[in-house]
């Protein structure tokens, strides 16, 4: 079944039109998996349901999985639910909705952040936490900026990469010419913190305002939420990132710039 897709041996058939069509190397495996799901469910190309849900072999589920790796995801994940609940939503809409049609949507608007609703309360309850943890440290970055003389330390851009179709895992992301913290999910629905800070960090913002913000850090993700709390890098350029992301501002409406008054 999934497997013919791609193995000549098992099927020395051209492609169809439909499997032709699919011509992005990068969001191929994505697009085959969902094709692969909706095929799964009983649903045919034209997008009718035939009622015959697919009896997978050992080599079919070994296909899917080795297709998840090729998509990105390296764990369980709730992948093959949110494509069927989202095909029989949106076909309520649209009735001529054919699978190629939607697997090709479905991979653009696709977020990690969409896996959440399958996620068991009480890791909801953590990415609350950890969400309202990053909204913290935001207000916290802000503060120590209104102390500092220079106008580019006292700027920040705040990115919704939610916005951005190439982007699965990030949600928001602070980036100042000092330190970069995001917030992000994995694959499982699970959010985390994610903190770099320049090489020159001190020298920017002084050892006293760049022990507290570090502090910080691990005071607003205690317990359960620590795990979850990672060290991008120490040493990073965040010069370089913050002037780049300056750059995209003015194309990419989802990044803005916020200067600091200061105190």
């Not at 939607?102 to 890791?123: C, G, M, R, W």
């Not at 179709?165 to 694959?187: A, M, N, R, Y």
């Not at 501002?249 to 105190?263: D, L, M, P, R, V």
Request: proline share 3%.
């Amino acid at each position: 079944m999934f497997g013919k897709l791609f193995n000549k041996k098992e099927n020395d058939r051209p492609l169809s039109k439909e499997q032709e069509s699919i011509t992005n190397p990068e969001t191929l495996p994505f697009e085959m998996l969902v094709l692969t799901y909706l095929e799964n469910y009983g649903i045919d190309k034209f997008g009718n349901i035939t009622g015959e849900k697919v009896k997978l072999s050992q080599k079919d589920i070994e296909w899917i999985e080795l297709t998840l790796k090729a998509a990105g995801f390296y764990s369980k994940t709730f992948i093959e639910e949110l494509v069927i609940e989202e095909w029989n939503q949106l076909k309520e809409k649209i009735e001529n909705l054919t699978p190629l049609t939607f697997s090709k949507e479905f991979v653009k608007q696709y977020h990690n952040t969409k896996i959440e609703k399958f996620a068991p309360d009480y890791l909801i309850e953590r990415n609350k936490k950890i969400a309202t943890a990053y909204s913290y440290l935001i207000i916290t970055i802000g503060k120590i900026q209104g102390w500092l003389d220079d106008d580019g330390l006292r700027t920040r851009i705040e990115s919704d990469f939610r916005q951005r179709t190439s982007i699965k895992s990030t949600i928001s992301q602070c980036t100042t010419p000092f330190c970069v913290i995001s917030l992000g999910c994995d694959e499982m629905g699970r959010y985390n913190l994610v903190y770099s800070v320049d090489h020159r960090f001190q020298e920017m913002i002084s050892e006293n305002f760049a022990s507290t913000l570090i502090r910080r850090i691990y005071e607003f993700t205690p317990g359960e939420m620590e795990p979850f709390v990672r060290i991008g890098s120490l040493h990073n350029d965040c010069i370089q990132l913050f002037n780049q992301l300056i750059e995209k501002a003015k194309t990419e409406t989802y990044h803005k710039i916020i200067i600091n008054e200061k105190h």
